[in-house]
């Protein structure tokens, strides 16, 4: 149980086109979605926090502008890069959990390169 | 403010050693506690957790006691294999909220044959 996929694993776009990355709880409720973004040999980095159904809540210094979330349903999250750039090159990962629990299952990544 | 300290990796071992990631936590409340392993190129997978003091949290050999008097949570192994090379990461959820986690550098481990 407590399966999160994502999809696309890997994908390649032109400088200044826009990616969407899906994030789905498949055997669960996720009321609660993360995403993170993590570099070569790093930490995670939170990225923003999406409750189903209202406004995801973004860290100091991420653009929401640019990293469009939507959480529509208690099985999927997008996140969407907007006029992508090189440096937005990175591995995203999303989690999820239900609410009121303390443990976030993780999907398997998305590994996003710009040219 | 809350935050997770790992040890430096990398740790290089040989297969049927013994293993130890030192984490040592400072948090407000009581949070708890989270080793996750990353494999290279996926996500994370959840290795063990424990949400007391003094709870024990133990999976595929592995195991990391929640201890409050010295805020650590270290992980252990008594005899590690190939297959457990990865990075390791140990984590905590704050306690109330949204329970966001707070990771520490992670600790990549390399079992040599």
């Known amino acids: 149980g407590a399966v999160v996929s994502q999809h696309p694993s890997r994908v390649i776009c032109k400088s200044g086109t826009s990616v969407k990355i899906e994030c789905r709880s498949l055997?669960?409720?996720?009321?609660?979605m993360f995403w993170y973004r993590q570099f070569p040999k790093q930490s995670l980095m939170l990225m923003a926090t999406?409750?189903?159904?209202?406004?995801?809540?973004?860290e100091q210094g991420v653009e929401k502008d640019k990293f469009l979330i939507n959480h529509a349903s208690l099985t999927l999250s997008t996140l969407t890069v907007t006029s992508a750039h090189p440096e937005d090159s990175s591995f995203y990962i999303c989690?999820?959990?239900?609410?009121?629990?303390?443990?976030?299952?993780f999907g398997p990544g998305t590994r996003l390169t710009v040219l | 403010g809350n935050s997770v300290t790992q040890m430096e990796g990398p740790v290089t071992l040989s297969e049927e050693a013994f293993l130890t990631i030192n984490c040592t936590y400072t948090?407000?409340?009581?949070?708890?506690l989270f080793w996750y392993v990353q494999y290279p190129g996926e996500g994370l997978q959840l290795l063990l957790k424990?949400?007391?003091?003094?709870d024990k949290g133990s999976n595929k050999g592995f195991e990391a006691t929640y201890r409050k008097e010295t805020t650590s949570f270290h992980l252990e192994k008594g005899s590690v294999q190939v297959s457990d090379s990865a990075v390791y990461f140990c984590?905590?959820?704050?306690?109330?909220?949204?329970?966001?986690?707070?990771f520490g550098t992670g600790t990549r481990l390399k079992v040599l044959a």
């Open positions: 989690s999820a959990k239900t609410g009121g629990a303390d443990t976030q299952y």
């Open positions: 055997d669960f409720q996720a009321t609660t």
């Open positions: 999406s409750n189903e159904g209202s406004k995801a809540t973004y």
């Open positions: 948090a407000t409340g009581y949070p708890s």
């Open positions: 424990a949400t007391k003091a003094d």
């Open positions: 984590a905590l959820s704050t306690a109330s909220g949204t329970y966001k986690y707070i």
